[in-house]
């Protein structure tokens, strides 16, 4: 009997089906059922619940994957949102794709500059020196008030996107439409981040986060794999925080405090760290809860604290992590 008709080659091959067809009514359910079935207010929330779970996406692709863990990460997702409100209310740049992109190499440039400096520590030192680099950041920002708008921040009147120039263009105001370019570009960002993670360079991540030691002795430099995952963590993470600044029409220094990044932890973790998908569904879930528990009580941090307990204790692999275990026990029945 050839490999190719095993039991195991069929039990792959069934697993593989079954995740292509979860993806396929996924899609269908984001792109066509929602949008239609959902009022503007509903679809408003679960847009700013994506541009979080991108967020906690980037952070996954760092912490998940290499095992390092910023407390700083809330500066790059504010500076993407203050490169995109400066860029347009300082310097008057009205092109969406230019201040996008501004944003986006805002935080390619911190998270490169932050990676080289911190990443000659590691464990709890790279953290504690991510998170003062983010608060030297958040001061820089207050301060600057006559360029950042300082405590008072800044009010963004957004333009018309043109997504093809001269033949398409919307408006970011319009709920739907800000929806699905929100999706769109968080699908695009997955497959990219998935394609790095399933590369060799995704190996050497995955080496770093079991036994960085035995990579020195086999002579791999692990510091710049260690770099490079920050960087596309920051830049990614960069990405969520112009979308962010898109939504809202006005940011503030709030989104550099650090409970922005202890918040992505917990989104990182309940979701199922070292997945990608189940961070997009833990910031995305959480970001719900919070807001509507938010509405009902005042003391909604006492809910919201006992569910992240209750995750953690009874799902320590994450939601990902339950839902490949349903998915074994699935199979082991067929």
């Not at 095993?6 to 039990?11: D, E, K, M």
């Not at 779970?53 to 993407?80: K, P, R, T």
């Not at 002579?219 to 112009?242: K, P």
């Not at 989104?267 to 070292?274: F, L, N, R, S, V």
Request: include cysteine.
């Amino acid at each position: 009997m050839s490999s190719q008709d095993s039991p195991l080659a069929t039990v792959r091959e069934f697993g593989g089906g079954v995740r292509l067809g979860v993806y396929a009514i996924v899609a269908v359910l984001f792109l066509f059922v929602i949008p239609q079935t959902v009022d503007s207010s509903m679809l408003s929330l679960l847009t700013r619940g994506l541009i979080f779970g991108m967020f906690a996406m980037g952070y996954d692709f760092m912490y998940g994957y290499s095992g390092m863990v910023s407390f700083g990460h809330a500066a790059l997702f504010g500076i993407g949102a203050y490169g995109f409100g400066v860029g347009i209310t300082y310097f008057g740049i009205e092109s969406v794709w230019l201040l996008l992109l501004i944003g986006v190499l805002c935080g390619l440039l911190y998270a490169l500059v932050v990676g080289v400096i911190a990443i000659r520590t590691r464990a709890v030192y790279f953290a504690i020196l991510t998170l003062a680099f983010a608060e030297v950041f958040r001061i820089i920002i207050i301060q600057f008030t006559d360029v950042t708008g300082g405590f008072d921040g800044l009010v963004i009147n957004l333009p018309e996107w043109p997504i093809v120039p001269g033949l398409v263009n919307i408006s970011v105001y319009e709920t739907t439409s800000f929806y699905y370019v929100v999706f769109i570009l968080l699908g695009l960002t997955y497959l990219l981040l998935r394609r790095m993670t399933q590369s060799p360079m995704g190996e050497v991540l995955l080496g770093i986060r079991e036994n960085i030691d035995r990579l020195e002795y086999i002579g791999i430099d692990e510091r710049r794999y260690r770099i490079f995952a920050f960087t596309v963590s920051g830049t990614v993470s960069a990405l969520a925080g112009a979308l962010y600044a898109m939504d809202i029409s006005f940011i503030g220094p709030n989104v550099l405090q650090p409970v922005q990044s202890g918040e992505v932890i917990l989104w990182t973790i309940i979701g199922g760290k070292g997945t990608l998908l189940g961070p997009i569904f833990g910031g995305t879930l959480i970001w719900f809860i919070e807001d509507l528990v938010s509405e009902a009580i005042t003391w909604w941090l006492i809910p919201v604290g006992t569910l992240f307990i209750v995750i953690v204790i009874f799902a320590p692999s994450g939601i990902a992590g339950w839902v490949k275990w349903v998915g074994a026990r699935v199979r082991d029945r067929l």
